[in-house]
């Protein structure tokens, strides 16, 4: 059950945006196989009446009163942009779509 | 692009039963964004702001910012809920839909994935051809909305053609709350037109709330269709596509109807449909192919750890319960019977998409007639050959008004005409376009008599003929008084009048 094929690596590391030679790719599909072994561990205390756990403390969100707070000025907040037309990010060309 | 083969809708329909799913985004129009405190571009005050204007550190995922839940949008959430009948979770998360695009900084959507704050509704839809459905929801769930990228300098304008974009971040963090069905099944040959009288059923729900502007054209409101077809008689669904980009309420009904009828091409061919996402495209009438849907598996989806859960208090859920408005088809059935209207009255009036208009006009003080007769009669007229909406041409509280004065005999209607002109030309309330322009009935028996007196001597025969006892002559005596009146005169008493003279001139 914990097997994790290489084109598996593949997809998840293109997923992630990160180059990876067939090297890597090969190392990384024997050490995430033991990794997720390890998780697997897990499973075998896990039983239907032991609910997961997101939040291990049981506290709620604290929820924010609706008005106005500060703003970044346009130059603030294109300061970090690579590149920007003064008031907006310029990024390259993607070849997809809105999600 | 190649036009795709299409089977005929009718013979699409024998062969095959259309299963639909929409997914409606709503912006909520609070004042703040879902997690920052920045201004939200979907609230009346803020529309328009220029690019990047309306941004916080957390929208643009700065390091060390960290996210804090609008209670507003929770609260806007749970009675959106409430009013599509959903159970609202005693305790929902937040999710990170994780994904690489530009359009959101941070690379990851907050959103909400295997706890949405509401789920397992229905929600009653009248077709226009009458025929009532329960939409069973599947879930609502809050989320962000991501920010707006223009695509500059490709040679068709489309995404594949652009050499770079412009991102935008003002409307990165809107709160959304997305609203998911259940497959529709059994709607048939009424599929799309479910598809739009949902859609319209949905913003009819959110405008009642008050909780979002609602305006398709300003993507308030979005929808996703999602078509399959399985042969008739076969039990397991086909392979959907999800049509997106469909802006109008028109455009849902055409976006479906044309999946069910590409898809019959296809299936009849003996070729199988690719699950994939699909752009509507208004001009052409028609989708093409977007990316491959991703499994859900690939948004690597994982409780959001910036963010604790949302746990309403059961105090709030009941007092939000207590506050819901009217379910739009309740208050259509409702409406309906206060006013009297026939069947095809009503019918006309809300599928002129003008039953908001006609029941604030009533309450204005109009009857029920004379509101349905001046926005489904005059103000249709005008706004169809000018192209716009009615409901953008006039106040309610005006037609109310105009309505009065007809009412109480200042005006006939056709000097009501020219009233509601002056109306739709910004020159006032009808009131001080009557003063204005000085249109009101003239009532005073002595001008009239003295009119009808010249018009009479002006024609002798026509006194004769009356004497004689045919009244349908004096026809031309009111006529010519009207005229003198220039019109500003109640026809029926300028006849009293005719008959009284000319019967009584003897004396």
Same mark, same amino acid.
């Given at each position: 059950?914990?097997?994790?094929?290489?084109?598996?690596?593949?997809?998840?590391?293109?997923?992630?945006?990160?180059?990876?030679?067939?090297?890597?790719?090969?190392?990384?599909?024997?050490?995430?196989?033991?990794?997720?072994?390890?998780?697997?561990?897990?499973?075998?205390?896990?039983?239907?009446?032991?609910?997961?756990?997101?939040?291990?403390?049981?506290?709620?969100?604290?929820?924010?009163?609706?008005?106005?707070?500060?703003?970044?000025?346009?130059?603030?907040?294109?300061?970090?942009?690579?590149?920007?037309?003064?008031?907006?990010?310029?990024?390259?060309?993607?070849?997809?779509?809105?999600? | 692009?190649?036009?795709?083969?299409?089977?005929?809708?009718?013979?699409?329909?024998?062969?095959?039963?259309?299963?639909?799913?929409?997914?409606?985004?709503?912006?909520?129009?609070?004042?703040?964004?879902?997690?920052?405190?920045?201004?939200?571009?979907?609230?009346?005050?803020?529309?328009?702001?220029?690019?990047?204007?309306?941004?916080?550190?957390?929208?643009?995922?700065?390091?060390?910012?960290?996210?804090?839940?609008?209670?507003?949008?929770?609260?806007?959430?749970?009675?959106?809920?409430?009013?599509?009948?959903?159970?609202?979770?005693?305790?929902?998360?937040?999710?990170?839909?994780?994904?690489?695009?530009?359009?959101?900084?941070?690379?990851?959507?907050?959103?909400?994935?295997?706890?949405?704050?509401?789920?397992?509704?229905?929600?009653?839809?009248?077709?226009?051809?009458?025929?009532?459905? @329960?939409?069973?929801?599947?879930?609502?769930?809050?989320?962000?909305?991501?920010?707006?990228?223009?695509?500059?300098?490709?040679?068709?304008?489309?995404?594949?053609?652009?050499?770079?974009?412009?991102?935008?971040?003002?409307?990165?963090?809107?709160?959304?709350?997305?609203?998911?069905?259940?497959?529709?099944?059994?709607?048939?040959?009424?599929?799309?037109?479910?598809?739009?009288?949902?859609?319209?059923?949905?913003?009819?729900?959110?405008?009642?709330?008050?909780?979002?502007?609602?305006?398709?054209?300003?993507?308030?409101?979005?929808?996703?269709?999602?078509?399959?077809?399985?042969?008739?008689?076969?039990?397991?669904?086909?392979?959907?596509?999800?049509?997106?980009?469909?802006?109008?309420?028109?455009?849902?009904?055409?976006?479906?109807?044309?999946?069910? @009828?590409?898809?019959?091409?296809?299936?009849?061919?003996?070729?199988?449909?690719?699950?994939?996402?699909?752009?509507?495209?208004?001009?052409?009438?028609?989708?093409?192919?977007?990316?491959?849907?991703?499994?859900?598996?690939?948004?690597?989806?994982?409780?959001?750890?910036?963010?604790?859960?949302?746990?309403?208090?059961?105090?709030?859920?009941?007092?939000?319960?207590?506050?819901?408005?009217?379910?739009?088809?309740?208050?259509?059935?409702?409406?309906?019977?206060?006013?009297?209207?026939?069947?095809?009255?009503?019918?006309?009036?809300?599928?002129?998409?003008?039953?908001?208009?006609?029941?604030?006009?009533?309450?204005?003080?109009?009857?029920?007639?004379?509101?349905?007769?001046?926005?489904?009669?005059?103000?249709?007229?005008?706004?169809?050959?000018?192209?716009?909406?009615?409901?953008?041409?006039?106040?309610?509280?005006?037609?109310?008004?105009?309505?009065?004065?007809?009412?109480?005999?200042?005006?006939?209607?056709?000097?009501?005409?020219?009233?509601?002109?002056?109306?739709?030309?910004?020159?006032?309330?009808?009131?001080?376009?009557?003063?204005?322009?000085?249109?009101?009935?003239?009532?005073?028996?002595?001008?009239?008599?003295?009119?009808?007196? @010249?018009?009479?001597?002006?024609?002798?025969?026509?006194?004769?003929?009356?004497?004689?006892?045919?009244?349908?002559?004096?026809?031309?005596?009111?006529?010519?008084?009207?005229?003198?009146?220039?019109?500003?005169?109640?026809?029926?008493?300028?006849?009293?009048?005719?008959?009284?003279?000319?019967?009584?001139?003897?004396?």
């Amino acid at each position: 059950m914990s097997e994790i094929s290489a084109e598996q690596v593949a997809h998840l590391a293109n997923l992630a945006r990160i180059a990876l030679t067939d090297e890597e790719i090969d190392h990384l599909t024997a050490e995430l196989g033991q990794i997720m072994q390890a998780v697997e561990k897990v499973s075998e205390v896990a039983t239907p009446d032991v609910p997961p756990t997101s939040h291990p403390i049981p506290l709620h969100t604290p929820l924010r009163v609706d008005e106005v707070g500060d703003v970044l000025t346009v130059d603030e907040a294109l300061e970090g942009a690579p590149e920007h037309d003064g008031s907006r990010f310029v990024v390259s060309a993607i070849l997809g779509e809105e999600q | 692009m190649a036009r795709a083969a299409l089977m005929d809708f009718d013979e699409a329909l024998e062969r095959f039963e259309p299963v639909i799913g929409l997914e409606v985004h709503v912006e909520l129009n609070t004042k703040t964004k879902m997690f920052s405190s920045a201004p939200n571009p979907a609230h009346a005050e803020f529309h328009g702001a220029e690019p990047n204007t309306l941004v916080a550190p957390v929208d643009l995922g700065l390091p060390g910012s960290l996210p804090v839940v609008n209670g507003t949008a929770v609260r806007y959430s749970i009675s959106l809920g409430l009013a599509l009948g959903c159970s609202i979770a005693e305790s929902s998360r937040f999710a990170r839909k994780n994904y690489f695009y530009p359009d959101l900084a941070k690379n990851y959507q907050i959103s909400q994935y295997d706890e949405p704050i509401a789920y397992e509704g229905s929600v009653e839809v009248e077709l226009e051809n009458g025929r009532v459905f @329960q939409v069973a929801i599947e879930r609502a769930h809050m989320e962000e909305d991501a920010g707006k990228l223009t695509h500059v300098g490709g040679a068709t304008g489309r995404i594949q053609g652009a050499e770079y974009s412009l991102v935008d971040y003002n409307r990165a963090g809107v709160p959304l709350v997305e609203i998911v069905t259940k497959p529709i099944v059994g709607a048939g040959a009424d599929a799309p037109a479910l598809a739009r009288a949902y859609v319209a059923t949905i913003r009819d729900i959110v405008l009642a709330l008050g909780v979002s502007e609602a305006r398709m054209e300003r993507g308030n409101l979005r929808c996703d269709a999602n078509v399959s077809l399985r042969p008739r008689g076969q039990e397991q669904f086909g392979t959907r596509t999800e049509t997106k980009n469909v802006n109008s309420m028109r455009s849902i009904e055409r976006a479906v109807r044309y999946e069910i @009828q590409r898809q019959a091409a296809i299936l009849a061919d003996g070729g199988t449909i690719t699950q994939e996402t699909r752009h509507w495209h208004e001009d052409t009438g028609t989708t093409s192919p977007g990316r491959p849907k991703s499994d859900a598996d690939d948004y690597r989806y994982f409780p959001e750890p910036d963010l604790l859960p949302v746990v309403p208090d059961p105090a709030l859920i009941e007092e939000l319960r207590a506050a819901l408005p009217e379910p739009p088809a309740a208050r259509r059935r409702r409406l309906k019977g206060e006013w009297g209207f026939t069947d095809l009255d009503f019918q006309g009036v809300v599928n002129a998409g003008l039953l908001a208009e006609v029941a604030a006009t009533v309450a204005a003080g109009a009857t029920p007639a004379a509101a349905r007769k001046w926005w489904t009669g005059e103000l249709t007229r005008i706004a169809n050959a000018r192209g716009e909406d009615p409901a953008a041409l006039a106040e309610p509280a005006q037609v109310a008004e105009l309505a009065a004065l007809v009412d109480e005999g200042v005006l006939t209607d056709r000097l009501a005409r020219q009233v509601l002109e002056g109306v739709i030309a910004g020159e006032g309330s009808p009131r001080e376009i009557v003063d204005a322009r000085g249109l009101a009935v003239v009532s005073d028996d002595g001008a009239l008599v003295a009119a009808i007196d @010249q018009a009479l001597a002006a024609q002798p025969d026509v006194l004769a003929k009356i004497r004689d006892g045919k009244v349908q002559a004096a026809g031309a005596v009111i006529g010519a008084v009207m005229k003198a009146m220039q019109g500003k005169a109640d026809a029926a008493r300028v006849r009293e009048l005719v008959l009284e003279r000319a019967s009584g001139g003897e004396g």
